[in-house]
């Protein structure tokens, strides 16, 4: 489990720096000001929960039948996709109908970091 969320959380790092570099640059001009925060706010949350996603993989390795563990990862995992990835198409499509995904996503990542907190609370000496 914790090699699976450790290749997940640098491949999903290495793309939100990706993703930046191209808001930052190639999407310059293209969007309006809201438009690229809503791009930016959805890049700032996929590498933060890329870094947990790390998180949950170190822990993983020393708890490796953790189904708190796993449920944080897979749940870290979704949040990024649904949550940053919603975003980034909202602020590319406009069509705002994807902003009624967007706090799926942030359920996502508020049952990830919970797992957490009742793991660390239950598991972590």
Not at 39 to 65: S, W
Not at 117 to 124: I, L
Request: hydrophobic fraction near 55%; proline fraction near 2%.
């Amino acid at each position: 489990m914790h090699k699976r969320f450790l290749i997940f959380s640098t491949w999903a790092a290495g793309l939100a720096v990706v993703l930046g570099a191209f808001g930052a640059h190639g999407l310059r001009g293209s969007l309006d000001e809201h438009m690229m925060e809503v791009y930016k706010t959805g890049v700032h949350y996929h590498f933060l929960h890329a870094l947990g996603l790390g998180l949950v993989a170190v822990l993983a390795k020393q708890y490796p039948h953790s189904a708190l563990l796993s449920g944080a990862g897979w749940s870290m995992l979704a949040g990024i996709v649904v949550f940053s990835g919603s975003l980034y198409a909202l602020s590319l499509s406009g069509l705002k109908w994807l902003g009624m995904i967007t706090p799926l996503g942030g359920l996502a990542f508020i049952a990830a970091w919970l797992l957490l907190a009742v793991f660390a609370y239950r598991e972590a000496e």
